[in-house]
């Protein structure tokens, strides 16, 4: 069965200065013979959250992963901020210093508090004078307050709501243009999951914030754009409130009642 | 009588070490009576005049096991590294093979290549004399036991958690800083009872050093000449077990040399059990 | 990207020399060793002139051999003895110090034992030069690996299994011989492979306990004397100016190692033989 694009998801022309963030054209992955995303086209604005659902294994994984270069074997073409992710100036590596990723689990190396945060500065000197930007990124993962005074201590000794917001603040001192964020409350106590959506909403005021969620009352509180997907399309893109309110695809409304997606 | 079996075996097993001590503390006694603890600095081996001095031996095990860890330290870390996060599978396989196929061969068919092969070698390459000395002994201990701080080593690189790696990746820090500031600095503890390992193999290498240590009792002048014949613990006790008279107090300077070694042994052994536990 | 490339490169440099060496000696040793051979030198037991230095080395291989598996059978025993109780009955405190000990005993070089040896089979208890001396020796030396490699064997075997079989009212008897020695029995006999390897290959403890130069081919007895390939390399190594006495020390040498692959590589293919079975891979696979 032939989808039909339903002339509310038509790509916003090229010219338009506010959907330059992301921009994705025919993106398609496949591993091991099997077609993980499927022609994926999308445009994200310069600031502010999106967020990706989607039952398990539509891609939304996989999609993160090539923005960020994770993976190399996709087709297509991916601009951030209108530059070509294939020729990225300085390469992987620069690559994803601009782009964060934060995963679902968070994982801290076995240092103090202060030396996760500054662990990606590159220099021993500059992670030694980082004192304002350790301040700073804590502040924006909501953490300061619950270490500050406590900054040399293991950073396994923390909660791991906290090591979440740690693993973010980490990602927000090496200053990227771009968050992405792999189901990052999904094992969290409810206030973790508070104060994480509270520093996403703040962080998307100056970024793209690219945000995967199995949470859909999450994704209605994270507000912002909406991308449906499923099998490796995307389906339907909206925004927050029109996609919950007033879901366009047959797909997209199957979904928000919670039965089976049928979708090929 | 299944229990007599379990526990006498248990008992013989975990009795075996202190028959083993209590019998040389009690062969090497004699010396202790006759001459204190005198020989430890008495820097002269010469037992028809009764002097045991243990120094020559220990200067000599010394030196040939630093330079055997200092050679082969840099070269197995970096083939570990290679094999742990250079190669694929296939690669990592033929690597350990290679490895365990070396730590197979016996000591006494590397004492022929150190005596034949090396030795030549060194008296054309270095215009010596004699290729027989702590130089030769060094380079041959770094040849035995770079397998097993390879193999060691490996693991330990290995064990460090994909986690670990793909964060660092996410940070955008390139290969060699994560190889640095992460992978090395967690596989570190595992390293470092590969070292031990592979002290406890240098220190307990009887046959090949003997075979091209030179077995001159001697401290080497200045202190630091490696170039001269001189001997180890164990070269010393190779060479004159035969010729030690049962009884005489040679005889317990030699058991005081097995002595020595054994407790040293025993507390590297014990350091790298305590590295392995976490 | 140049920064990975000169890392790698330096490692890459680095490593070569400890992934050279293998190869290399392996080779030399082959390529000095094998125009030693004839059947005459593998089978021959005529000692022939100037104290078995161009003789064959058949004598010696059997000597070996008998060493080694005389140090096996001591040994097993023990270690499987060892390896039940520490599963069996030996309370938590027991297992840490049996370990402790076995550990430490695995440290002693085994000149150490070659030394006690001396002083309590050949001079003590009069047992004099002797194959007897010489096995118990290398018996102590491979003990703690034997024990060391029960332990493990037996630990492999779930728990559900040994449960089942008490709730079920087996002895202890019944449960060793029922549950565990058929599932751990491989991994066992691996570890005795490999004691082989480690007798045939030790060379110090029995130069001056159990080996003499030449004129034994079949010992008389237990407590008679028995000639090694290891010794006998070390004797003919030592004979600088025969250069055929150099030859047959590269011949023993090739000799000595096909004989200690022979068990290393039995074990290995043991080994892998029982990871398959039972599903675990040796090797991790990266998902």
Redesign the interface.
């Known amino acids: 069965m032939i989808m039909q694009t339903h002339p509310l998801i038509k790509p916003l022309p090229r010219q338009s200065r506010q959907h330059h963030g992301v921009e994705i054209e025919g993106l398609s992955l496949s591993l091991a013979d099997k077609a993980i995303l499927q022609d994926i086209s999308l445009r994200l604005p310069d600031a502010g959250i999106t967020t990706v659902i989607g039952p398990s294994g539509a891609g939304k994984s996989s999609l993160l992963r090539c923005l960020n270069g994770l993976h190399q074997q996709w087709q297509g073409e991916i601009l951030l901020q209108r530059r070509d992710v294939r020729h990225w100036p300085g390469g992987g590596d620069l690559l994803r210093r601009h782009v964060g990723l934060i995963g679902q689990k968070p994982c801290v190396f076995p240092h103090s508090i202060r030396a996760n945060v500054v662990f990606g500065i590159q220099g021993r000197r500059k992670r030694r004078k980082a004192d304002g930007i350790v301040e700073t990124v804590l502040k924006q993962a909501a953490l300061w307050d619950e270490v500050k005074h406590r900054l040399h201590e293991p950073a396994e000794s923390l909660s791991l709501g906290q090591q979440q917001r740690l693993c973010i603040a980490r990602a927000l001192a090496i200053r990227p243009g771009l968050i992405l964020l792999d189901e990052p409350t999904a094992s969290l106590d409810p206030r973790s999951k508070q104060l994480i959506e509270q520093s996403i909403r703040q962080l998307a005021g100056t970024m793209p914030v690219v945000c995967v969620t199995h949470d859909l009352e999450q994704a209605r509180r994270l507000g912002g754009g909406v991308i449906f997907m499923c099998e490796g399309r995307v389906i339907e893109e909206a925004a927050c409130e029109s996609f919950f309110t007033q879901p366009q695809r047959l797909e997209s409304r199957e979904f928000l009642r919670w039965t089976v997606c049928d979708c090929d | 009588m299944l229990r007599l079996w379990l526990t006498g075996s248990a008992f013989v097993s975990g009795m075996t070490i202190l028959v083993v001590l209590g019998f040389l503390i009690q062969a090497s006694w004699p010396l202790l009576q006759s001459q204190g603890l005198a020989f430890v600095t008495e820097s002269e081996w010469y037992p028809y005049e009764q002097l045991y001095g243990l120094a020559p031996v220990l200067v000599g095990s010394f030196w040939s096991i630093l330079l055997a860890l200092l050679l082969a330290l840099p070269t197995g870390l970096a083939a570990a590294i290679l094999a742990a996060e250079l190669c694929g599978g296939r690669g990592r396989s033929i690597v350990r093979f290679g490895m365990e196929l070396m730590a197979g061969i016996p000591s006494v068919v590397y004492g022929l290549l150190g005596l034949w092969l090396l030795l030549p070698l060194l008296e054309s390459r270095l215009n010596l004399l004699t290729g027989r000395s702590l130089l030769a002994a060094g380079l041959l201990l770094a040849v035995m036991i770079l397998p097993t701080l390879m193999v060691f080593s490996e693991e330990a690189i290995r064990t460090v958690s994909r986690e670990q790696r793909e964060m660092a990746l996410n940070l955008g820090l390139n290969w060699p800083v994560r190889l640095w500031r992460v992978v090395l600095p967690q596989a570190w503890s595992g390293i470092r009872v590969a070292i031990l390992l592979a002290l406890g193999r240098a220190m307990g290498e009887t046959v090949a050093v003997m075979l091209v240590v030179g077995s001159l009792d001697r401290l080497p002048e200045p202190f630091y000449n490696l170039l001269q014949p001189a001997q180890t613990l164990t070269s010393r006790i190779g060479r004159e077990m035969a010729e030690a008279a049962v009884g005489s107090v040679h005889w317990a300077a030699l058991i005081m040399c097995g002595l020595v070694l054994a407790l040293v042994a025993m507390a590297i052994s014990l350091l790298a059990q305590r590295g392995q536990r976490p | 990207?140049t920064?990975?490339r000169?890392?790698?490169v330096?490692?890459?440099?680095?490593?070569?020399?400890?992934?050279l060496?293998?190869?290399m000696?392996?080779a030399?040793?082959a390529y000095?060793g094998i125009p030693a051979f004839s059947w005459d030198f593998i089978f021959g037991t005529d000692p022939g002139s100037g104290f078995g230095v161009a003789g064959g080395v058949f004598a010696q291989l059997l000597g070996s051999l008998l060493l080694a598996l005389g140090a096996v059978l001591v040994a097993v025993?023990?270690?499987?003895?060892?390896a039940?109780?520490?599963h069996?009955?030996?309370s938590a405190v027991?297992r840490h110090?049996?370990?402790?000990?076995?550990?430490?005993?695995?440290?002693?070089?085994?000149?150490?034992?070659?030394?006690?040896g001396?002083?309590?089979f050949v001079?003590l208890l009069h047992w004099g030069v002797s194959l007897a001396s010489g096995a118990l020796i290398l018996a102590?030396v491979i003990?703690?690996m034997l024990?060391l490699n029960s332990i493990t064997a037996l630990e492999q075997i779930p728990f559900e299994d040994t449960e089942a079989a008490r709730s079920l009212g087996l002895s202890?008897?019944s449960v060793?011989a029922r549950v565990w020695l058929p599932r751990a029995w491989p991994g066992m006999l691996t570890g005795l492979l490999l004691g082989m390897?480690r007798a045939?290959?030790?060379?110090?403890p029995i130069?001056?306990t159990a080996t003499v130069f030449s004129g034994v081919v079949w010992p008389d007895s237990i407590f008679a004397p028995v000639t090694s390939l290891?010794?006998h390399?070390?004797y003919l190594?030592?004979e600088g100016s025969d250069p055929a006495a150099?030859q047959a020390?590269?011949g023993s040498?090739v000799v000595?190692?096909m004989v200690?692959?022979v068990f290393?590589l039995l074990a290995?293919a043991l080994s892998r033989h029982t990871n398959r079975q039972s599903g675990v891979l040796s090797?991790?696979a990266?998902s």
Not at chain 3, 77 to 82: E, I, Q, V
Not at chain 3, 99 to 115: D, R, S, T, Y
């Open positions: 990207m920064n990975t000169i890392a790698m330096l490692v890459v440099l680095l490593a070569l020399p400890a992934l060496l293998p190869a000696s392996l030399y040793i000095k025993p023990f270690a499987l003895g060892t039940l109780y520490y069996l009955l030996a027991q110090v049996l370990m402790a000990l076995m550990n430490m005993l695995q440290g002693i070089p085994p000149i150490v034992f070659g030394l006690c001396l002083i309590v001079h102590a003990l703690p024990v202890h008897a060793i390897a045939l290959s030790e060379t110090a130069l001056f290891q010794t390399i070390f190594s030592q150099i020390a590269w040498a000595l190692i200690v692959a290393a290995r090797e991790g990266d």
